[in-house]
């Protein structure tokens, strides 16, 4: 499956996010099956909760920043959009889905 093409019509920021959200949670997915205390059902709530948590602190991150840059009467340095959350926490669920499909192909 060519995920790029799937989700190309977002554009580049949002496949950024969701390759971002990717890469956070094959660390967690691997990170969870190497304690081996982590059914795969926990291992795919943890990708979703890293995956959110990391979209969401991201774009408060740029949310302050744009606020700084106002202060000092700059434009914004980056955009803060709630779709941007979607498409990290998109790739979390990506991860966290093929993860649980690989356990059940292997059973």
């Not at 949002?14 to 997915?29: N, Y």
């Not at 979209?55 to 779709?83: C, M, Q, Y």
Request: proline fraction near 3%.
């Amino acid at each position: 499956m060519n995920i790029s093409k799937l989700l190309g019509f977002l554009g580049t920021d949002k496949m950024q996010h969701f390759s971002l959200g990717t890469v956070i949670t094959v660390l967690v997915a691997a990170a969870c099956a190497a304690s081996g205390k982590f059914s795969v059902r926990d291992t795919f709530a943890a990708c979703f909760i890293v995956a959110l948590a990391a979209g969401a602190i991201k774009e408060f991150i740029d949310a302050k920043l744009n606020r700084k840059t106002a202060e000092d009467g700059l434009p914004p340095a980056h955009s803060v959009d709630p779709w941007d959350v979607a498409a990290t926490t998109l790739g979390g669920v990506y991860v966290g889905g093929l993860f649980w499909l690989a356990d059940l192909m292997g059973r």
